[in-house]
């Protein structure tokens, strides 16, 4: 959940560390370090602080930042406290070796005592030096170079690792090495330089030539060679190029406060890009807009291609975290809706270990925004391990899950570096609808007026959301209303559940307000018992066939003096003169309403925490990829 950088070639290294760890923020943010070679490598410089990237500049303004040759990290904390001692990189009791590390070393402890009876010494609570200091015994021992040392003390190591891994006796080298956590190096042409990063926004700007690291492989970077990759038995493994073309306006605010905000407003664009090219037919125009009639069809590669084994599935298992299990919801009502085949939607962090019946002829779906969520890759695991399918929907190109899934569909909205997923979200509910779509229609499960209505009102959504986008100033006026709110509850039904769930899960992630969802009809069953004038209630409410049964909850909340913001479909005004707040969105299919009802709880809770002057993009304790358990 860290984010990590590194430079060696011909230009100074230290301003590439840190735009690249500014980048890279968002995995982690609780302190920073970075470790330069200088004076031909006779000089190893770190440099460390607790806090942001910001709080290493500072620290670092007044020192030596010389040489081509560095590695650089962001933190977010597992074991020991977020500080300067803990922070990365560490180094070894000689002084000669320096790692940067993300993910965790589970044998810590048992390698620690080992490393002390030998008369090694530490001077942080991480696991992370128990490693270096494991390296640097190995090469006493072993005598061999950087590299052999470092792949023969990984064979030691029980847990998830990408290091980074420089010596100040071997200046022209990197070694790095990946289990269970990413690490891709840049290669440029010529091979005079080479960039290692955490994933590639650092690297995009300077090279679209990507070796994306697979599990306990170990990479030799030295400058004027081919890049060198060995497996942890020392054996020479290929390095596959590949070019990932990122759009790097997608790292910058474009003149929005707050990622966040930024990424919220991207959604119309964005889930354009998602459908572009899945949608076709004669109906589409040049333009890339839908004519109202005339035959129109979703192609997806990944249905049109796993066609036999999707359509012989008995069930399908949908595996995700957080913001993406929201999704999974959604898809599961889409599925059955269409397809007529049984959905189950599990917690990934549960679902290895529970001992889960999986049969091969099951579909697992792995959705996750990063493509490298920990629960999710093992679950992955667990299901090609009895034979199932895995269908991978992700957002980051070339990231694990990807690799590893049999078969999935992009999701394509871009980067998302605000931590509190909004663009994600929006987008595997789209890629959803379509996979829901296709295979519907390739059971014959859907009728063509149906599926030609749906897939129409689908082109609309982005339309629609930039009419929801309008309303922006008026959500900020009624998020001051309850910015000192202590609790909210948040209510839907049917598709509009889950988008509950997602609302309340964003007011928690950014503003630390205490939020629960609930199906509203479950209100009764407990959670009613919270409701007094201090209670916001937010009602995801838009028209679908038990309209009139969510305006029964709401005059429950009503009579117990409670405040209601609800979410409406335009128009409706039985529900706008009952509640004290009202926010309109367009009419839509039921089935397709959350891409619509959960941007005004993106804007609710992105300015209820601006007003309580909070950091939107980088929520306290919160990290983007989590790629430990």
């Known amino acids: 959940m860290c984010g990590i950088v590194g430079y060696i070639g011909k230009r100074e290294a230290y301003p590439i560390l840190i735009k690249g760890l500014k980048r890279l923020e968002y995995r982690g943010y609780d302190s920073a ?156 042409e010529g091979n005079e330089e080479f960039f290692l990063a955490s994933d590639a926004s650092p690297i995009a700007e300077y090279t679209k030539h990507i070796v994306y690291l697979k599990d306990e492989e170990v990479a030799v970077i030295e400058p004027g060679k081919e890049l060198k990759v060995l497996n942890l038995m020392g054996e020479e493994t290929e390095a596959e190029v590949k070019e990932v073309n990122l759009d790097l306006s997608m790292l910058d605010h474009e003149g929005f406060p707050h990622f966040m905000l930024k990424e919220i407003f991207d959604q119309p664009k964005v889930l354009k890009d998602c459908m572009s090219g899945r949608i076709v037919g004669p109906a589409a125009t040049p333009t890339g807009k839908v004519a109202e009639f005339g035959p129109i069809q979703v192609v997806l590669s990944a249905v049109t291609g796993n066609r036999r084994q999707l359509l012989r599935a008995k069930r399908i298992v949908i595996v995700s975290c957080g913001t993406s299990w929201h999704a999974g919801l959604i898809g599961k009502q889409l599925i059955e809706q269409f397809c007529r085949i049984p959905v ?47 269908f991978g929907i992700v957002n980051a190109v070339g990231s694990s899950i990807a690799r590893e899934s049999d078969t999935g569909t992009y999701i394509h909205v871009g980067p998302e570096i605000g931590v509190a997923s909004t663009k994600a979200f929006t987008g595997q509910v789209t890629v959803l609808a379509l996979i829901a779509l296709a295979l519907g229609m390739a059971k014959g499960t859907v009728e063509q007026e149906e599926y030609e209505e749906t897939i129409r009102e689908l082109t609309r959504i982005p339309e629609k959301i930039e009419e929801v986008l ?136 992105y300015h209820v925490a601006v007003a309580k002057g909070l950091n939107v993009d980088q929520p306290r304790n919160l990290a983007k990829s989590v790629t430990v358990e």
């Open 344 to 390: 189950e939607v599990a917690y990934a962090s549960e679902f290895r270990y529970s001992n889960p019946v999986i049969e091969h002829d099951d579909v697992v779906m792995a959705i996750s925004q990063s493509g490298e969520t920990a629960d999710t890759l093992a679950a992955i695991q667990l299901a090609k391990e009895n034979g199932a399918l895995v």
């Open 470 to 605: 309008k309303q922006n100033d008026s959500i900020k006026e009624i998020a001051k209303k309850y910015m000192d709110a202590k609790n909210f509850i948040y209510l839907g039904r049917g598709y509009n559940y889950p988008v509950a769930l997602e609302g309340a899960l964003k007011l928690k992630e950014i503003s630390y307000i205490h939020a629960e969802g609930y199906p509203a009809a479950e209100m009764k069953h407990g959670p009613i018992a919270l409701i007094d004038e201090s209670m916001p209630v937010v009602f995801v409410a838009t028209h679908h066939k038990l309209h009139q049964k969510i305006i029964s909850n709401m005059q429950e909340v009503i009579s117990r003096h409670g405040h209601i913001v609800a979410v409406v479909t335009k128009g409706d005004r039985q529900i706008a003169d009952m509640v004290d707040d009202v926010i309109e969105v367009p009419e839509t299919l039921n089935c397709l309403a959350p891409l619509l009802s959960v941007i005004p709880l993106q804007l609710l809770s």
């Open 33 to 188: 370090g970075c470790a330069l070679l200088s004076g031909e490598g006779h000089l190893l410089n770190v440099y460390k602080a607790k806090g942001k990237v910001a709080d290493l500049e500072a620290a670092a303004s007044k020192c030596d930042t010389t040489g081509t040759v560095g590695i650089a990290h962001t933190r977010w904390a597992t074991h020991g406290v977020p500080s300067e001692q803990n922070a990365h990189p560490h180094v070894s009791e000689s002084g000669n070796i320096t790692l940067v590390h993300n993910g965790i070393i589970e044998n810590y402890a048992t390698l620690r005592e080992q490393l002390k009876q030998r008369g090694y010494s530490f001077r942080s609570e991480t696991d992370t030096e128990v490693l270096v200091q494991l390296i640097e015994y190995v090469m006493s021992v072993s005598k061999g170079n950087l590299a052999e040392s470092v792949r023969l003390a990984l064979t030691q190591v029980i847990g998830a690792y990408a290091i980074a891994v420089i010596d100040r006796r071997h200046p022209d080298t990197i070694v790095a090495a990946r289990k269970s956590s990413p690490l891709a190096v840049g290669v440029v």
